[in-house]
């Protein structure tokens, strides 16, 4: 039960359910019970949710959710804390705040790890507090911890003008680096220059490879923030420069690359890595959340970086919301609005 509660809460809520898996239409409007928070997890009254990838994947039924989470929908969100469980401290009933769930964002109440929960930043509403946890966690671990990314070198990012992508953008380039990125279409690449790409790739008009090639000398970049997987893989090694790095966080073009040359690996002496964000422990997600407050929260509150909205859609479209992430037309998140 919990150790702190601001106002009396209702016994059920709407959430989105899942009537099997497969197209957007499987997801309906049902109501159930209000989570109850555990040690350790804040209770928040749910005003935006963001939508993602992994939602997506998870509807079709590619990826399931860990056991102990909850089964439905929704990893980010921002909204009101209404309720501490026993041991939260630095949090009260009344807080805004938005957050990395484990599941259940898709929902009027969502249970929260406190290590997961940030504050909003200044003047932020819930929608655009809801734009940031998912993709910030995602572009922090993975470019920043596991790369290493650091000033003065050079950054390839795939999907630019995605959620994952028009972060990594900003944050690549707020850290001192070099940012090329690759883009559907000329609208995309605009928009990935004017977040700071020093060079959009059209990629339906352009082999990135050769273009990197052609704009560094010949030389490579430095890492590879990469969302496509096996069909931009031998591509992707002969991009890096010597001792570079390619990090994977998606399957977009497929998980399996076949009759791939290695060489490039052993020659120029590359990383190749990835990571999902779902199956890391609290405490790996803690210090994440930890490192975006001291490093990167600074920089949003002096509105040096901020998140791409493309929508904020009302509750009940939540399929609408799927048709538009899985159409890739859009630049930037998509949220739902609750409240």
Known sequence: MSQSTATSLPTEMRHV????????????VARGPVPQPKPGEILVRVEAAGVNRPDVAQRQGSYPPPKDASPILGLEIAGEVVALGQGVSGFAPGDKVCGLANGGGYAEYCLLPAGQALRFPRGYD????????????T????????????EGESVLIHGGSSGIGTTAIQLAHAFGATVYATAGSKEKCDACEKLGAVRAINYREEDFAAVVKDVTGGKGVDAILDMIGAAYFERNLVSLAKDGCLSIIAFLGGAVAEKVDLTPIMVKRLTVTGSTMRPRTAEEKRLIRDELLEQVWPLIDAGRIAPVMHAVLPFDQVAEAHRLMESSSHIGKIVLKLV
């Open 126 to 137: 819930a929608a655009r507090a809801a734009a940031l946890p998912e993709t910030f966690f």
């Open 139 to 150: 572009v922090w671990a993975n470019l920043f911890q596991m790369v290493g990314l650091t």
């Open 17 to 28: 359910a899942l009537n099997g898996f497969g197209a957007p239409d499987v997801m309906t």
